[in-house]
């Protein structure tokens, strides 16, 4: 034992002793709180239950005696009784150690096999956590190549999508075009129709073969078309029908009326 001292037999005590101690029959000590305790309680060793109601079955003796105890306690007694009292106080110590040796025998064993067990435990444990590594791995390589493979699709997707965008911008840019187109020529259509009927005031007089009054009839009819300013003087009364025929015999004979009243809107006579 660690420094030659007993250590106190009760289970959940294990302090070591060096003043005061319980000693019984069986070979067993305790410390005196515990002792004091258990033997009030009960004459039975709380360590191997054992019955100790005798007299001198439990003694408490002093661990650290006095110059006069020692000497006084064996005087007068043989040589062989004190002898043989001596090999029984070393056969008590003898036992203690042994207990004492098989006690952390005992913990060694189970610490070991505790130890064994974590081993074991712990092997099977990273075994386990090798293998989910490797899947992980093989997981991460996957989505590598899933995330590489997506790429590529999204750049074609891209591409494609930026070549419709440039031909919807071209097909855009020609329906524009047309659309202006169309409506210039159908603006100057409806220009040229909503001109024609004032051309009734001043239609030259063709069998006269005079040419003057037919040019100054189409340069007037061209300036109508353009200008959108004239639209509003020289358009013709509401209900008004051209009729070239009788256009024709309502002139005199060898007159052309060439000139428009811009402000009335009515030929000058």
């Known amino acids: 034992m660690e420094g030659d001292d007993l250590i106190c037999n009760f289970k959940k005590c294990r302090k070591r002793l060096t003043d005061i101690a319980y000693v019984t029959a069986c070979s067993h000590v305790f410390c005196d709180e515990d002792g004091t305790r258990e033997f009030n309680r009960a004459k039975n060793c709380p360590a191997c239950k054992t019955n100790l109601d005798k007299k001198f079955e439990i003694v408490r003796n002093n661990l650290q005696p006095s110059e006069q105890y020692k000497s006084m306690i064996l005087a007068g007694l043989k040589p062989d009784m004190i002898n043989e009292i001596a090999s029984r106080a070393l056969a008590f110590w003898m036992y203690q150690s042994h207990q004492e040796k098989t006690y952390h025998e005992f913990q060694s064993n189970k610490e070991r096999e505790r130890a064994s067990q974590l081993e ?36 074609e997707v891209s591409d494609k999508l930026m070549e ?80 070239p025929q009788q256009a024709m015999l309502d002139q005199p004979a060898n007159r052309v009326h060439d000139e428009f009243s811009v402000g009335l809107g009515t030929p000058r006579r």
């Not at 293998?131 to 590529?152: A, F, P, R, V």
């Not at 419709?164 to 259509?189: A, P």
């Open 164 to 243: 419709k965008n440039r031909q919807h911008q071209k097909l855009q840019s020609m329906y524009d075009s047309l659309r202006r187109k169309y409506i210039s020529i159908s603006s100057f259509e409806t220009v040229g129709v909503q001109k024609t009927p004032n051309c009734a005031f001043n239609v030259p007089n063709m069998a006269s073969g005079d040419m003057r009054g037919a040019s100054h009839v189409q340069g007037t009819m061209q300036r109508g078309r353009a200008s959108s300013f004239l639209e509003s003087f020289i358009s013709p009364p509401q209900g008004f029908q051209f009729n």
């Open 120 to 155: 074991q435990y712990y092997e099977q444990l990273v075994s386990r956590t090798n293998s989910e590594l490797t899947s992980l791995k093989s997981q991460i390589e996957n989505t590598k190549k899933e995330n590489g493979e997506t790429k590529k699709k999204y750049s």
